[in-house]
T-cell receptor
Framework: AQSVTQLDSHVSVSEGTPVLLRCNYS??????LFWYVQHPNKGLQLLLK??????LVKGINGFEAEFKKSETSFHLTKPSAHMSDAAEYFC?????????????FGTGTRLTIIP | KAGVTQTPRYLIKTRGQQVTLSCSPI?????VSWYQQTPGQGLQFLFE???????NKGNFPGRFSGRQFSNSRSEMNVSTLELGDSALYLC???????????????????FGQGTRLTVV
């Protein structure tokens, strides 16, 4: 079985400062991990994904995440926050090692950007 | 290309009624998954269909069912609605993998905007 734990339910940062959203995972095999973002009243958008290639994964809108097997972590970072980054972020693990057909979501982290 | 289309966007139903939600995946995608999103339980996997067959099922009662048509469009049905079924229902479409041949390079799941169901 696989699971993800998002360590912070709410993160607030000032515009222009770094963002760190933390995620730990549990999986019985080499996992596929993702970060999704959900803006209010919108569907989910994929930010980035890790599928056993490079451990440092770059995504859209300046976000990146590093897969650390020894720490079972997949934290999401961005060097400089923008007002448009305010949203809910989900760390996700796939039940298969190649696809996206059965995703297990974390509980989400609400990111607030302070002007 | 067109994204994932879910209809209707909003729905209000009465307890005890049944409801059918529709999802049209991206053209060429064969896998459709459904998720329920509530404030209390977060995002939970309902089921996944690939080539008209249900391959995976989450931990939901039998009142929740679905199907997939030959054109990959999918419907989910909830019978005997309860107040707790009020939620945002999200559909995800992906290329999918049938288990034969090379694994597709990109199996990203694309989500629709969801159907917000309110049970009163």
């Amino acid at each position: 079985a696989q699971s993800v734990t998002q360590l912070d339910s709410h993160v607030s940062v000032s515009e222009g400062t770094p963002v760190l959203l933390r995620c730990n995972y549990s999986s019985s095999y080499s996992p596929s991990l993702f970060w999704y973002v959900q803006h209010p009243n919108k569907g989910l958008q994929l930010l980035l994904k890790y599928t056993s290639a490079a451990t440092l994964v770059k995504g859209i809108n300046g976000f990146e995440a590093e897969f650390k097997k020894s720490e079972t972590s997949f934290h999401l970072t961005k060097p400089s926050a923008h007002m448009s980054d305010a949203a809910e972020y989900f760390c996700v693990v796939s039940a298969t090692n190649f696809g996206n057909e059965k995703l297990t979501f974390g509980t989400g982290t609400r990111l607030t950007i302070i002007p | 290309k067109a994204g994932v289309t879910q209809t209707p966007r909003y729905l209000i139903k009465t307890r005890g009624q049944q409801v059918t939600l529709s999802c049209s995946p991206i053209s060429g995608h064969r896998s459709v998954s459904w998720y329920q999103q509530t404030p209390g339980q977060g995002l939970q996997f309902l089921f996944e269909y690939f080539s008209e067959t249900q391959r995976n099922k989450g931990n939901f009662p039998g009142r929740f069912s679905g199907r997939q048509f030959s054109n990959s469009r999918s419907e989910m049905n909830v019978s005997t609605l309860e107040l707790g079924d009020s939620a945002l229902y999200l559909c995800a479409s992906s290329l999918g993998y049938g288990g034969n041949g090379p694994i597709p390079m990109n199996t990203e799941a694309f989500f629709g905007q969801g159907t917000r169901l309110t049970v009163v």
